[in-house]
Every structure is written in C-alpha cells, then in structure tokens.
C-alpha cells in the first residue's frame, strides 16, 4: 500500500515570498490533515478535511495560509506571503475517517525554510 | 478537546522496560488515546491505540484505568532503535470531527547502550 506522498520535501524561500505545497493520500482515506511542525515542538493541527469539506481550521493563519482538497483527494497547502516565523516542517496526514479509530498516516513532510 | 501532558524526556537502557505515562483529566466518554512515535526528519508513525483496560500489539501495550484520566504506554525491551518522541494523543470520538486530536510536544525518550 502506497503511503502518504508530499512534495516538496524541501523549499528555501525569502520572506514575503508564496509557497505551495502538495499532498497525495493513501486512497480511499476520507481524512486529510495538514500540520505544522516547529522545530522542538508537536505538530499543530492547521486544517483537517472530511472528503473534500473543512472540519475544523481554527489554527489556520488565514491571512495568509490557505488550504484545497479538490474532489476529495490530493490537498495543497499555500503560504502568501511567507514570514520568518513560518520555517517549519508542514505534514500531511491522512486517516480512513472512521469514528473508532483514529489512526493518522504521515508522509515525510516539507521542510520550509523562509530567510 | 482533552489537553494531555507528558514528561518532557525519559533515559533508558537497552533491554529495559520503559513506561510513558499521559495525563489526560478532561477526556471524555467517546475519546480514544492513541500513541505516535517520532523519529527525526520523518512523520509520526502510529503505536496503539486504545478506549479502556489493556491493549497490547506486537511493539507495545497500552495501560488504561478505569477512570481513564491517565494512560500508560509500556515498551518491552527497548533497543537503541527506539530512541524517539513519543506522543500521546486523546481524540474526540463523534462523527463530525472523527480523527480530530492535538498533539502536546511528547517525551523524548533516549535509549542508552
């Protein structure tokens, strides 16, 4: 079974800069996640799809952070414009969605550096 | 959601047992408690997962008491291999938001020879 896909796995950006990035997950999977991984800490929940519906983005910076699952499937993830304090790794995640198990599957994650 | 705390870091040796505890006081009656473990540069990567009592797989076992405001995961002989992060998660168990959790910033757990 083919895992979780991202790509990139690194950007350098300068600030002010856009950035997308891309996921692919294990198909089939109705749940997708994008976190955010900051060196040293856990990742933080940024937007989490049902199919091709938004459950919840209350971390998302929206001003500049924005995130589309079309047709349920693949999701990007665009940072415009990038700030400093944005270098992290971005993961994705993806689950079968169904209420007893919550089993998430990672991909590698991208690693953004903003200078 | 329920908000989970760990110890920060952990030492061990090879082929000692290791247990992590999680405190998780405010969960609720449909939330399952999952653990993920970390290994640098890579995505967290899926334990055990459990509801209530003892659950047990090939690579670990997850304590759960009756009240479930803790739950410990025990590792059997650990090996150098096993020096990662560990997080526990607590996520909520209806419908609507299925598979929703936070991560904490989980027990670094370090394996000495």
């Not at chain 1, 692919?24 to 989490?48: D, E, V």
């Not at chain 1, 001003?63 to 994705?92: H, M, N, W």
Request: charged content about 20%; glycine content about 8%.
């Amino acid at each position: 079974e083919a895992g979780v896909a991202q790509s990139p796995r690194y950007k350098i950006i300068e600030k002010r800069q856009s950035v997308a990035f891309w996921c692919n997950p294990i198909s089939g999977h109705a749940t997708l996640y994008w976190y955010q991984q900051i060196l040293g800490q856990g990742p933080k929940l940024l937007i989490q799809f049902q199919n091709n519906g938004v459950v919840d983005d209350s971390q998302l910076p929206k001003d500049r952070f924005s995130a589309e699952r079309l047709k349920g499937v693949d999701s990007t993830l665009k940072i415009q414009p990038a700030k400093l304090e944005d270098s992290a790794v971005y993961l994705c995640a993806s689950s079968p969605g169904l209420a007893e198990s919550y089993e998430q599957y990672f991909g590698p994650g991208t690693r953004l550096t903003v200078t | 959601l329920a908000k989970t705390t760990q110890p920060i870091s952990m030492d061990s040796y090879e082929g000692q047992e290791v247990n992590i505890t999680c405190s998780h006081n405010n969960i609720a009656t449909n939330d399952y408690i999952t653990w993920y473990q970390q290994f640098p540069s890579q995505g967290p990567r899926f334990i055990i997962q459990g509801y209530k009592t003892k659950v047990t797989n090939e690579v670990a076992s997850l304590f759960i008491p009756a009240d479930r405001k803790s739950s410990t995961l025990s590792l059997p002989r650990v090996s150098l291999s096993d020096t990662a992060v560990y997080y526990c998660l607590v996520g909520e168990g209806d419908n609507t938001n299925a598979g929703k959790s936070t991560f904490g910033d989980g027990t670094t757990l370090t394996v000495k020879p």
